[in-house]
């Protein structure tokens, strides 16, 4: 069955950097897109970035762009997340989520892994 | 940038039915995306491309859309289905946009 782990959260200071994986299994990875999503303490869904089939096209939200990157590795079947310059408004649980086809607009997260908690605090 | 304005509770007695709305502007045409989020759980996709059901998920749970609002309607409510509920749409300047979310309270 189709499973997104992730991992790599922590607590972390103003300014510094973070890297969150989302390992996937149970699918062939190359064949959808996948987003990262965020939930802060107590509040709603915010889409954070997507990433396309390919690996070619990727998407951010204006809260994280230019400071967030997503990535992946094939070889691994696993989804990256690289965070920079992270501020205390991205304090966070931070999902994966498998799209439900290969584009990036459109089709809906039909998968989600349980998320990895993000606090940046000094 | 694009916003979708849901409200924040909403609640009903077991066995009647619950709807959540979903607003935006001229949101009837646009493919919107429901998922339900029970406390400490991740969210799960209940209705896709604003009328679809994926495999598992209750006839009870339906979805509409025209004009300015989206809808979910949930038949004979359970105490399981106490949960927030998010609305989703994709838009070409603002890319994903989610709704603020509704906690739906079972009486």
């Known amino acids: 069955q189709v499973q997104l782990v992730e991992s790599g959260g922590g607590v972390v200071q103003p300014g510094r950097s973070l890297r969150l994986s989302c390992a996937a299994s149970?699918?062939?990875?190359?064949?959808?897109?996948t987003h990262w999503v965020r939930q802060a303490p107590g509040k709603g869904l915010e889409w954070v970035a997507v990433?396309?089939?390919?690996?070619?096209?990727?998407y951010y939200a204006d809260s994280v762009k230019g400071r967030f990157t997503v990535s992946r590795d094939t070889s691994r079947n696993t989804l990256y997340l690289e965070m920079n310059t992270l501020r205390v408004e991205d304090t966070a649980l931070y999902y994966c989520?498998?799209?439900?086809?290969?584009?990036?607009?459109?089709?809906?997260?039909?998968?989600w892994g349980q998320g990895t908690l993000v606090a940046v605090s000094s | 940038s694009y916003v979708l304005t849901q409200p924040p509770s909403v609640s009903v007695a077991p066995g009647q039915t619950a709807k959540i709305s979903c607003g935006g502007n001229?949101?009837?045409?646009?493919?919107v995306h429901w998922y339900q989020q029970r406390p400490g759980q991740a969210p799960v996709l209940v209705v896709h491309?604003?009328?679809d059901r994926p495999s598992g998920i209750p006839e009870r749970f339906s979805g509409s859309n025209s004009g300015h609002t989206a809808t979910l309607t949930i038949t004979w409510v359970e105490a399981g289905d106490e949960a927030d509920y998010y609305c989703?749409?994709?838009?070409?300047?603002?890319?994903?946009?989610f709704g603020g979310g509704t906690k739906l309270t079972v009486l």
């Open positions: 491309d604003d009328t």
């Open positions: 001229n949101i009837g045409s646009r493919s």
């Open positions: 989703q749409v994709w838009d070409s300047s603002s890319d994903w946009v």
């Open positions: 989520a498998r799209a439900a086809g290969q584009y990036t607009s459109g089709p809906p997260c039909d998968h």
């Open positions: 990433i396309s089939y390919d690996g070619v096209n990727k």
């Open positions: 149970g699918f062939n990875f190359t064949d959808y897109a």
